[in-house]
Each structure stands twice: as C-alpha cells, then as structure tokens.
C-alpha cells in the first residue's frame, strides 16, 4: 500500500530558549529535520512527504531535503497555528492515490525506518496504529499543588509519533474537528473519537521527543556515544 508521511516540523522549540526553530537545531552535528527525512527515504512503502515549516522556512526545509539525499517528492508548506492545524494542512496536499498517512514530529529524531514500517503495517490492517510505550511511573493526579489520588498505571500508555492511519479515515476525523471545533493533542485522538480503532505499535524510550534543553542534551550524549546513527549528508 503506497503511504504518505507528514513530518510536522512548524514548533519554534521556545522551551529549548535558542534561536532556530526546533527542527532546525542541531544534534551530533545534523538537524533535527536531518533524522526524519532520512528516515523516511528508507521505507519502501513511503511515497511522498509533506513537511510542515514556521513561515519563511520552506527553502530552508528543502535544503535539508538535499543534504540527506530525501529524493522522495517533497511538498513543504508553512504550518499552522497549533499542531493540529499543520497536520489538517499538509492532509490536504498529501496525493489522493495514497492509501495510508503517516505523521510524525521532526521532535522526535531517533525514531527508526522499523517502527514507520511496523506502524504502517499496523494501521493498514486496522485502519489506525501508533508508537507508544508502557507508562513506567506512578501517576498522581493533583488538584491545587497536592496529590488527590494515585492512578492504576496497568494498562496505561505514552503515545508516541509516528502515527499511522488508512487516509479516509484520518481525513474524516480532521474534517470533523474542524466542523466541530474539537481540539486534541495527538491525531490518534480525533480518530478514537470516531469510533475508529486505534492500534498500539510498541516503541521504546529511544524515541525521545526533544521539548527542553535537557532533551537536547540528553539526545547529543545518545549521538555522541553511537546509540544512533547520525544522517548521512551530502
């Protein structure tokens, strides 16, 4: 089945307190934009992919593309508002041939060529499917700074990107959040609010997302000591 992959790279990383957008940061010498693309060009089943950019970033993006040898065709558009706005807008220019969508965030740049496949292989037998890892803490739930109960974490999952769905379908729920004004975090969400299933696809705490500068150091000690491999650039 031919798949679409958003890469959803419009954050300005404000939390990481640095000038660049954050998919545009540098980890082990590669931008975070680097890891995903070049991931991406090694799924087989990947067709095509929209990357979602801050204003004034395209020809930046595509210079990336470039450097990684991303010879997938490449449409880079400006994002949204939120991140569920710049998914909706990448959505739209995905190519209509395309079986499945893909997405995943330019955040998290160590997620591996496997779990896109897996995830993929996933959602095109249940028609949804993302990364996720078992909760491992115990869950507090507070009110006013103090804790008011503990939350059974059996069961419990930290979703992940990517995320993978049968294209209708993930067309359909942003359609619906659209009409109905419903704000949610994750596509995964607007799809499980349809009714549609929703498969887990193990990950692994590998696939880190980058929010604060302690992710982004903790992630250059993971280059640096050759846990992952670095883009190949031109």
Sequence with gaps: ???????????????????????????????????????IARVPSISEAVVTVPEGMERE????????????PLKVTAGGVERQDSVRIALSLTSAESDLVIVHDAARPFATATLFESCLKAAAHSGGAIAAIPVADTLKRVDQG??????????????QTPQAFRRP???????????????????????????????????????????????????????AAGLVSRPVKK
Excluded at 8 to 37: D, E, I, N, Q
Excluded at 61 to 72: K, S
Excluded at 150 to 155: D, F, H, K, L
Excluded at 193 to 213: C, D, F, H, P, Y
Aim: proline share 1%; glycine share 6%.
């Design 1 to 39: 089945m031919k798949a679409s992959a958003i890469i959803v790279a419009a954050g300005s990383g404000s939390r990481l307190g640095l000038a660049s957008p954050k998919a545009f940061v540098t980890v082990g010498g590669c931008r975070l934009l680097h890891y995903s693309l070049a991931t």
């Design 61 to 72: 993006a595509r210079d990336v593309a470039r450097e990684v040898r991303c010879d997938l």
């Design 146 to 159: 103090a804790i008011i109960s503990t939350v059974a974490r059996a069961g419990l999952y930290q979703a």
């Design 169 to 223: 379908i993930l067309l359909a729920a942003h359609e619906r959040a659209l009409r109905d004004r419903i704000a949610a975090t994750d596509d995964a969400d607007l799809v499980e609010q349809m009714g549609e299933r929703v498969e887990i696809v193990e990950a692994s705490g590998w696939n880190l997302k980058i929010t604060t500068r302690a992710d982004l150091e903790l992630a250059e000690a993971i280059v």
